[in-house]
């Protein structure tokens, strides 16, 4: 790593659980595999190197899933990264089975749960899950069930921290009566603020807070939106694209924010890697949420 480089240690460190430091900045490894999260990646000598080159540039914090690909994010993250350097966090989840591209069905039965770690913890070549998500929540099997099946695997010191995703205020309140509730993973960005409750709600218990779809799948970087001149504007005075101002706007929205932007290119990684270093000033900072409200 060179001088010149960005950094994810630019975007600051969070304890996950009170006790996992990670950059807050990561990488999300959705977008390394096909459509719709099915299939084998187009190109998976460069889905290896943007996997090798987000550590060189600080990123401690990799998301996945045993339903991207499936399977196949997982297997790729052990092939490239393991012997994983020290203090490297791959976080994962289980809960989803995918049947075709973006078809997915939520099973949260424990004997399944139990089977999905193990599944993981082969896969990526660990022998403990640093945090591991319940991918959603199933509405057929009783919460009690799907988390006390984690719980066990915890138990076992095959799970270190225990995450939700796509949750509310009123769903973090019920885990947390059967399990430390370490992060939650919501759908947030500049474009979509409908968790905002979930957030703050994060924010005063201390809960990591992962953004996905972090730049709404690059809905504000089409001309035609309404906040595309302001955006444009306030991205040019930086020397930045709107890509890193919607990334640099997450960072600084919340200390629990932990961004976990995707991308299968190298030169995208990099990009997004630099809005670690990008600070918006308070007025930038209400013009952007006023001009991506509209």
């Not at 084998?40 to 990799?62: F, H, S, T």
């Not at 968790?195 to 924010?203: D, V």
């Not at 306030?234 to 961004?259: D, K």
Request: glycine content about 10%.
């Amino acid at each position: 790593m060179n001088t010149h480089d960005p950094s994810a240690t630019a975007s600051g460190t969070f304890l996950i659980g009170g006790d996992l430091p990670v950059h807050r900045l990561g990488y999300g490894t959705m977008r390394l595999v096909g459509d719709g999260a099915w299939g084998e990646p187009g190109d998976p000598a460069e889905a290896r190197r943007v996997l090798r080159r987000a550590v060189e540039l600080g990123v401690n914090l990799i998301d996945t899933a045993d339903a991207y690909g499936p399977e196949i994010a997982e297997r790729l993250i052990g092939e490239a990264l393991s012997p994983y350097a020290p203090g490297l966090v791959i976080a994962t989840k289980g809960g989803i089975t995918r049947q075709g591209p973006a078809k997915t069905e939520y099973v949260g039965r424990a004997g399944y749960l139990i089977q999905c770690v193990e599944m993981s913890l082969r896969r990526l070549r660990l022998e403990r899950i640093e945090l591991y998500q319940l991918h959603r929540i199933d509405p057929r099997t009783p919460l009690e069930e799907s988390l006390g099946a984690l719980k066990l695997m915890q138990e076992q010191g095959k799970v270190r921290h225990i995450g939700l995703s796509e949750v509310t205020p009123a769903e973090i309140e019920e885990a947390r009566k059967i399990v430390e509730v370490a992060t939650v993973q919501n759908r947030y960005s500049l474009a979509d603020r409908r968790h905002e409750e979930t957030l703050a709600y994060c924010e005063k218990q201390g809960i990591g807070f992962l953004p996905w779809y972090p730049m709404a799948a690059g809905k504000l970087l089409k001309p035609e939106h309404p906040s595309a001149q302001t955006l444009t504007r306030i991205a040019a005075r930086h020397s930045a694209t709107v890509a890193q101002l919607s990334l640099a706007w997450l960072l600084q929205r919340s200390p629990v924010m932990l961004p976990i932007p995707g991308t299968s290119k190298v030169a995208h990684l990099e990009e997004n890697i630099a809005a670690a270093g990008l600070r918006l000033s308070i007025e930038e900072t209400a013009e952007l949420e006023a001009a991506a409200g509209s």
